[in-house]
Every structure is written in structure tokens, then in C-alpha cells.
């Protein structure tokens, strides 16, 4: 039986996962199936903050 093609290469998770560290992430786990490859981080541990916006001020000229 012939080798099929690797449906996600090494260097495909290399980059996610560099880019999940830079985004400001800790990856937790990568998980390998036939289909694919799944990255999973502590996103959800986070405590989202809400963004703080400076209120709209009116200019009069």
C-alpha cells in the first residue's frame, strides 16, 4: 500500500503555532487525527476585558 500525502505538514504547525504564541497565547495541546490537526490554548481561562474608549467629542469650528 502506497504512502498518501500528509493532509498537514510539520512546517504548517510550526507556523500556527507560532502564531498562536505570538497573538499572546499559550498552547495547551496539539492534537494529530487523519483529518487534521488541532491546536488547543487557555483562551477561554482569559478574562476578557472590555476595550476602554475615550467618548466622542464634538469639535465646533
Known amino acids: 500500500m502506497a504512502r498518501r500525502a500528509a493532509t498537514v505538514s510539520q512546517t504548517?504547525?510550526?507556523r500556527t503555532i507560532r502564531?498562536?504564541?505570538?497573538?499572546?497565547?499559550?498552547v495547551t495541546r496539539v492534537i494529530t487525527r487523519p483529518d487534521g490537526v488541532?491546536?488547543?490554548?487557555n483562551?477561554?481561562?482569559?478574562?476578557?476585558?472590555?476595550a476602554t474608549t475615550e467618548p466622542k467629542r464634538k469639535w465646533a469650528l
Open 12 to 14: 504548517d504547525v510550526a
Open 19 to 26: 502564531a498562536v504564541i505570538a497573538a499572546g497565547l499559550t
Open 38 to 41: 488541532a491546536i488547543e490554548t
Open 43 to 50: 483562551a477561554g481561562e482569559q478574562p476578557v476585558t472590555p
